[in-house]
């Protein structure tokens, strides 16, 4: 499958069915939903990415970056970007593209007469801890960054 016709036409009817639900749902009331999501840094930075990968699979899940404020947008990516690879092992659909990577180890555990469930659960919980701590790492960063060069972000939550 190539990009033009796999995943180009997906990411495009993707924006377009998120437009049509954002119109009939409202963008006051997506505002205020996302406020109250971004408001705690566990939502933030385990659930949503969590939810935004398990429900929309890569790389169509960064769409839903949209919805946070400018300066909760880094983290969210950071997040979102290591749990696309961590979630493998028990759903596979998440990134389907990159699935040899898990199965290149696992073939090494059953080599050994293991079960692979063991060991997809780990990479999974090790993977939302990782996946957390990057997120505020990437959230001090992006303080930092702010400060030095003078760039406030927002820290409310805008749907255009």
């Not at 983290?75 to 990134?95: C, D, K, V």
């Not at 060069?149 to 820290?155: A, F, P, R």
Request: glycine residues 8%; hydrophobic residues 50%; contains cysteine.
């Amino acid at each position: 499958m190539s990009w033009m016709t796999g995943i180009v036409p997906i990411v495009l009817m993707l924006m377009v069915f998120m437009n049509v639900v954002i119109k009939l749902i409202g963008e006051e009331r997506i505002n205020s939903l996302a406020q109250r999501f971004s408001k705690y840094s566990l939502v933030r930075n385990c659930i949503l990415p969590f939810l935004a990968a398990f429900m929309l699979g890569n790389p169509a899940s960064f769409t839903l970056g949209r919805f946070l404020p400018e300066f909760y947008k880094p983290s969210f990516y950071a997040a979102l970007a290591q749990y696309n690879h961590t979630s493998n092992g028990l759903f596979p659909h998440i990134n389907a593209g990159e699935l040899f990577v898990f199965l290149g180890i696992a073939s090494g555990v059953e080599t050994l007469g293991l079960s692979t469930t063991p060991l997809a659960i780990r990479y999974l919980l090790v993977g939302l801890v990782m996946n957390a701590v990057g997120a505020y790492v990437t959230d001090f960063t992006t303080a930092y960054v702010c400060k030095k060069s003078g760039i406030q972000l927002s820290k409310t939550a805008k749907v255009q």
